[in-house]
């Protein structure tokens, strides 16, 4: 069997693993990275399909895990090359799926099943079994070939008592274990927290305090996807008589569906819609919306920015109620100072018991690899950092150390005799979405973006005789972002004038342009220290 991770490894998003055995393909997974700070006007991050692109016929099922953006984010752009991949999930994760096809006019062939299922696509015999995560509905999926046996938990957790009373089932993976487990793929991203997590209960007391002392609203930010989270702090709104509106496009239409499939109870007459909540109480109002990892265009942000219908003031409670991904925290505390500008009162992990993670830490890991004795082990979903410290759990539990393997998105593993090797790469670059269309910005791009706004940018006029190569008139420069002064220009246009001189073919064109936009970068960066993004136009007269 042939393994090749595409998303997941060495970031926390965009996961997603090809299994290949008998000319045959299965895919579980396929989620989205969210931007940073260096991915300027970045929507979302899609895997690199191009390992799949000349096999998509070879493909018997996309299987996902769970509900979360980070993996099943890309399904909508995977199902654009080829329409009728069986996507096999469960019940929630399908729904929530299913409304997001809609946006991209997609209706796609689902597949249900549920823990305890074992089905077979293709040459791959699927078993389902149930895990414990941050939303309802999670699965593991063992997958059995004529090359062994592969354990995948997909993200999960061990929580003892879960709102839902559903465990992860460790009966299940120690039946697996007896069996025979050749290759296990393990939640990676708190491998380096100790101990084991706290339950989801344990938030109850953090959420029913600020339900019963906050002066005025309350704004909840959660994950749109977090149904759990948003059933505790329903109940708890409940308890002391206040109303609940959702806002935000997602949160309504991942709650409107929680509710419709029966995983979201909501109490009677105590759902109003958001624009109701200025006519009420401020006491007897609680608000539930996206953007708890700062997005700028989310519902809290505009709020913090007083952009949104609904203005916060002096006295209100936000209560950011998810956790603090990596690499968004600069945007989270720009947000919580923004909003305590405005008068609010923050309540977030900081200060307060309001989240506890989705996944399993360093304690629970070992107990899972006790259960599950494997071959061998390949870490994912996390960063560099957590697929090392979950490999050296690993070991210390009694893997072999050459059989506990790091790696990076793009490398091939086979599995073979029971022993998975490194074979090689693909390649698994980074996809830029943007309005929808993957590959509208590019590596190259965005580094101009940053350069421009770093240091920002210039379009230079040059008019020139065809016939002798020479100005008619001196260059013209419209500079954006910075303001160059007089003897700067003068020694610009001097650049321009001998770079033309010195070009041996044609002084016009993309050619010479190119040539004139070289020659001033190389000026500016070394008289200016600054690297704009230089434009050339060549206009012949």
Known sequence: MRIVPLGGLGEIGRNMTVFEYGGKLLIVDCGVLFPEEQHPGVDVILPDFSYLRERLDDVVGLVLTHGHEDHIGGVPYLLKERRDIPVISAKLTLAFLKTKLQEHRITAKM?????????????????????????????????RTGAGLVLATGDFKMDQFPLDRRITDLAGFARLGEEGVDLFLPDSTNAEVPGFMASEQELAPAIDTVMR?????????????????????????????????????????????ARELGYLKIPRGILVDFKEIDKMPPTKAVIICTGSQGEPMAALARMAGGDHEIDLTDGDTVLLASSLVPGNESSIYRLINDLTKRGANVVH??????????????????????????????????????????????????????????????TVIDLQDGVARVAGSIPAKYIYVENMIPGAATEESLQDRLRLAEDGGVTVLAIVNPDTGKLEEDPEFFPVGFRPAAKE??????????????????????????????????WSDRSLRRKPVVTVIIVEA
């Open 111 to 143: 597949v249900h099943v549920k823990e305890g299922d074992r089905k077979k696509f293709g040459p791959f015999d699927l078993e389902f079994l149930a895990v414990n995560h941050s939303i309802p509905d999670g699965l593991a999926v063992a997958i």
């Open 213 to 257: 002392t906050a002066p005025r609203r309350v704004i909840v930010s959660s994950f749109a996807s977090h149904v759990h989270r948003i059933q505790q702090v329903i109940d708890a709104a409940h308890k002391y008589g206040r109303k609940v509106a959702f806002v935000g496009r997602s949160m309504v239409r991942n709650m409107t569906t």
């Open 349 to 410: 992990k900081g200060n307060a018991k309001v989240h506890v993670s989705g996944h399993a830490s360093a304690g629970e890991l070992v107990y899972c690899y006790n259960l599950v004795r494997p071959r061998n082990v390949v870490p994912v979903h996390g960063e560099h950092r957590h697929l090392k410290a979950n490999a050296e759990l690993a070991v210390r539990t009694g893997v072999d150390p050459a059989r506990a393997l790091i790696v990076e998105d793009g």
């Open 489 to 522: 220009l003068d020694k610009a246009s001097d650049i321009v004038e001998k770079t033309l001189a010195g070009l041996k073919g044609k002084k016009t064109g993309p050619e010479a342009e190119q040539a004139i936009a070289d020659a001033l970068l190389r």
